[in-house]
């Protein structure tokens, strides 16, 4: 992984830091780092958000379109460089009315047995995270599920498609603590799920970038994140 600072002798590109993002991936860190980037001085060129769909922003990343990306855990890092935002938990999507919306908090295991969603055109891998079966390879305290113990759901494209055929009872789904804020609705349940690995925001470039103008956005993130509270203990009790 390459440091911001590993660009500071780097001359100015001739347009500023071109940032990826897709709704909701930041945490909602995006205006902070925008305002943190534009304040680091007058001789950077202005940053231009491209906003764009699942899958995306690394997309755009790869065929030029954005020069520096907000993701979300898992994605393929080959070709790129990143630094860890922000961590936080992920919760258990469930209908309103779920034999299991009462309880407090849930195991993992709780939800055996129970369709969760897959998400169309995912790799093995991130199919894995989102169904909650990348068990220990995601770090201490994961247990995780096995594949047999997630029938499949029906294909997602988008939070909001998630949201809805949950709310139809047709399956349960996990999604990070900042999604689930700014996705409040009647008909939903978010739980905190013991077990279940959490979701990383990350700042990510192509590893050959020498613009200045995307080291100093890569240190406006890092410096922004920094201030943030600790997302892991947000739900503990």
């Known amino acids: 992984m390459t440091s911001a600072a590993g660009f500071s002798e780097v001359p100015v590109t001739a347009r500023g830091a071109w940032p990826g993002v897709k709704p909701g991936g930041d945490a909602g860190l995006l205006r902070e780092i925008l305002a943190a980037y534009r304040g680091t001085g007058s001789h950077l060129p202005p940053p231009e958000v491209v906003v764009g769909g699942s899958g995306e922003p690394i997309a755009m990343l790869r065929d030029g379109r954005a020069d520096v990306a907000l993701l979300r855990s898992p994605f393929d890092g080959q070709g790129l460089d990143s630094q860890t935002l922000v961590v936080e938990p992920r919760l258990a999507v469930l209908p309103a009315a779920h034999r299991l919306a009462g309880r407090r908090r849930l195991r993992l295991t709780d939800l055996k047995g129970e369709p969760i969603p897959r998400w169309k055109g995912a790799a093995p891998s991130t199919t894995a995270y989102y169904t909650g079966c990348d068990g220990a390879e995601a770090g201490d305290g994961h247990t995780g599920l096995a594949p047999a113990d997630t029938p499949e759901g029906p294909l997602v494209a988008s939070v909001e498609q998630l949201l ?16 689930t804020k700014r996705h409040q609705r009647p008909d939903i349940a978010y739980r905190p799920v013991t077990g279940l690995s959490p979701s990383a925001v990350m700042v990510a470039w192509p590893e050959t970038s020498r613009s200045a103008a995307v080291a100093a956005f890569v240190q406006a993130a890092h410096d ?5 509270p600790d997302h892991m203990t947000a739900l503990a009790y």
Do not use: P
């Open 224 to 228: 922004v994140a920094a201030h943030h």
């Open 164 to 179: 809805e055929v949950v709310a139809l009872g047709q399956a349960v789904g996990f999604l990070s603590l900042s999604t």
